[in-house]
């Protein structure tokens, strides 16, 4: 059973451009979190999508920043007009229900120049 | 404000000893608590998650408490190996958090287990 996997893994975009990240959660999970490591700095929450819904965006930007989870096809975390603060590793989790533990991907190590 | 405090000094131990790692929270009513280990350049991984109803749990060398009223979770790793070196995260999930599947997570404690 392949785990949670996440694509690309190192991106660099220069600034003004689009990055789009993207995530295929454990077979059988469908419940997808997203959450942002600043260097140095912990884990922060972005995001909890379920198929088609967003549940809580309580932790994403308001602007530039988006995120899906379409019927088919991976979760798309997506920031518009990148700046040198979004450079981070950002990290896709997902669960079975919303009661147990998260399996993290790899991670997408963007990087703004 | 909601807080997770974990001791921010790396901890470091000779093989073979029990390391202890502390996870302190604030303004927190966590339904339970997860702790995670993270190596350089990899997503966390879960290793074991307590309720809150829950005194202790262990899994093979590993050991978690969880006392509500001092609001404070241990983890202990028995018998340390080399390997066991890493940076461990707690993370709490509950109602004040806006409930169900956000986690909060410290910022970690970095552990090393020396020969």
């Known amino acids: 059973n392949a785990g949670v996997m996440q694509n690309p893994r190192h991106l660099v975009r220069r600034r003004g451009q689009e990055a789009r990240l993207r995530c295929s959660p454990m077979?059988?999970?469908?419940?997808v979190y997203w959450y942002r490591q600043l260097p140095e700095e912990g884990l922060k929450f972005m995001v909890y999508l379920q198929k088609e819904n967003i549940i809580d965006e309580s932790g994403m930007p308001k602007e530039r920043f988006s995120a899906e989870f379409p019927k088919e096809g991976p979760s798309i975390l997506r920031i518009q007009q990148v700046v040198r603060g979004d450079s981070a590793a950002y990290f896709c989790?997902?669960?079975?229900?919303?009661?147990?533990?998260?399996?993290f991907g790899p991670g997408t190590r963007l990087t703004v120049t | 404000s909601q807080k997770i405090e974990q001791n921010s000094e790396a901890l470091n131990i000779q093989e073979g000893k029990t390391a202890t790692l502390t996870c302190n929270y604030t303004?927190?009513?966590?339904?339970?608590l997860q702790w995670y280990r993270q190596d350089p350049g990899r997503g966390p991984v879960f290793l074991l998650l307590i309720r809150e109803n829950e005194k202790e749990k262990r899994k093979e060398r590993l050991k978690v408490t969880f006392d509500t009223t001092l609001k404070q979770s241990l983890f202990h790793i028995t018998a340390s190996q080399p390997a066991d070196s890493a940076t461990y995260l707690c993370?709490?999930?509950?109602?004040?958090?806006?409930?169900?599947?956000?986690?909060?997570f410290g910022t970690g404690t970095q552990l090393k287990v020396e020969l």
């Open positions: 303004n927190y009513s966590p339904a339970y």
């Open positions: 993370a709490l999930d509950g109602a004040v958090t806006g409930g169900g599947n956000k986690l909060t």
């Open positions: 077979k059988g999970h469908s419940h």
């Open positions: 989790a997902s669960s079975p229900t919303d009661l147990y533990e998260q399996y």
